[in-house]
């Protein structure tokens, strides 16, 4: 359950390349209690936020350009200060293979877009229980 878990001291990053998705994510944050929402275009500064923000927990686009969501977390993950940040990664095309390789790149987690704030929620807190 979520109610475990305090999301009032969360800081959050959003990654995607469309600011109408990126708001909506931050909206639906802040609607669950996420006080501190950061944001970024793509994998790239999206990766440069992390090294200077330290968020608690990642949420970021698969499809983006010019660093997509499986290159933002490779790169993260081979980065001793920032290996073990969380990652969800939200997708529009759930398949096998996108999957296989999200496990094999280490994410905590799958959405498929469009997201609603119950899920988004639940599945925040499943992935810092952890």
């Known amino acids: 359950m979520a109610e475990d878990v305090d999301f009032s001291a969360l800081r959050i990053l959003v990654i995607d390349d469309q ?4 708001t909506i994510v931050a909206k639906m944050l802040g609607q669950i209690g996420v006080p501190t929402v950061l944001e970024a275009k793509d994998g790239a500064s999206g990766f440069d936020v992390v ?3 330290r968020p608690d927990l990642v949420i970021c686009d ?3 350009r010019p660093m997509d969501g ?4 490779r790169m ?3 980065d001793p200060g920032a290996a ?3 990652v969800i990664l939200l997708t529009a095309h759930t398949d096998a293979a996108g999957t296989a390789r999200a496990k094999e790149l280490g994410v905590n987690a ?3 877009k469009p ?6 929620k639940e599945r925040i807190a499943a992935v810092l229980r952890r």
């Open 62 to 64: 698969i499809q983006m």
């Open 51 to 53: 090294k200077a923000e």
């Open 115 to 120: 997201v609603l704030p119950p899920a988004l």
């Open 84 to 86: 073990s940040t969380p």
């Open 76 to 78: 993260l993950r081979e």
């Open 70 to 73: 499986f290159g933002f977390v």
């Open 19 to 22: 600011d109408f998705v990126r």
């Open 110 to 112: 799958i959405l498929a």
